[in-house]
């Protein structure tokens, strides 16, 4: 979608939008059941209805707390602190059954945003492209949220007797990986991006006439200069190649480069 908003002999703004998005679904597998029916591959995280990639784990619902120690023995074998799972099968403990697609790495929808500015010689445009409703997996904050005392660890909200309300489990100097820690990697990936931006300004006729050119410009651009998402620690854009197939956020990551560009250009 196209629109001229303002033109004037001065002023004028315009901008561009488009929105797009695709579906993809498993619709059979070679796995089949004893009456020939296709069935899920679990192991491979294929499901007939889903997309090829999806996560496949516990739901992570909170951290037990004091009052909820009696629950915590008999449905995970764990103490309050430590990490809550989803019953989602009702039937009081937590095995493999409980586990359901968390996300997938396809987005509900995702475009871009191109708006122009003139005024006089001063022209400004500006490109932001979005992407809404996939997850992401961070291992960042797997990998280095261990809560165990041998490792550095991030600088998080966790669990204490007096601050039962934390977002992250008890530290434990016995225990080197927190239980159901992958249930703590997965987030929202949406985000909206500056990808492009351009200021510039022509110079009149009347300079570039006396300089013996057909045109002068000066110019500043600047790319990935700024984002906005739920998952705010770095870029969710960008992915780890040394992870598995599904895109994952590590600290071996390197964020989007930032560029800033300054020009002149002269047409002779």
């Known amino acids: 979608m196209s629109a001229a908003l303002v033109e004037t002999n001065n002023f004028s703004w315009s901008i561009d939008w488009n929105i797009a998005g695709y579906k993809e679904e498993i619709v059979e597998l070679a796995l089949k059941d004893e009456n020939g ?5 679990v192991g491979n995280r294929w499901f007939i209805g889903q997309p090829i990639r999806v996560w496949y784990d516990y739901e992570n619902i909170g951290i037990y707390g004091t009052a909820e120690a009696d629950l915590a023995q008999s449905a995970e074998a764990k103490v309050p602190g430590e990490i809550k799972l989803r019953d989602q099968n009702g039937d009081g403990i937590i095995t493999g059954d409980d586990r359901k697609i968390i996300g997938t790495d396809v987005p509900d929808y995702y475009g871009g945003l191109t708006t122009n500015f003139a005024y006089k010689n001063f022209d400004l445009s500006a490109f932001f492209y979005y992407r809404v409703g996939q997850t992401v ?40 990986f927190t239980r159901n820690n992958t249930t703590m990697g997965y ?10 931006v351009s200021l510039g300004y022509n110079f009149p006729e009347a300079l570039t006439d006396k300089l013996g050119i057909n ?28 992870t598995e197939d599904l895109p994952s956020l590590g600290s071996g990551t390197t964020p989007s480069t930032k560029l800033i560009l300054f020009g002149l250009r002269a047409q002779f």
């Open 187 to 196: 987030f929202d990936g949406s985000y909206v991006k500056l990808r492009n």
């Open 137 to 176: 997996y961070s291992n960042f904050h797997v990998g280095n949220n261990s809560l165990f005392f041998r490792y550095n660890n991030l600088n998080v909200d966790y669990w204490t007797i007096d601050n039962q309300d934390a977002q992250y489990p008890r530290p434990n100097q016995n225990q080197e």
């Open 37 to 41: 029916n296709a069935i899920d591959d």
């Open 215 to 242: 045109g002068l410009r000066l110019y500043v651009s600047g790319q990935n200069l700024w984002f906005a998402a739920k998952y705010d620690t770095f870029d969710p854009e960008v992915d780890d190649p040394d």
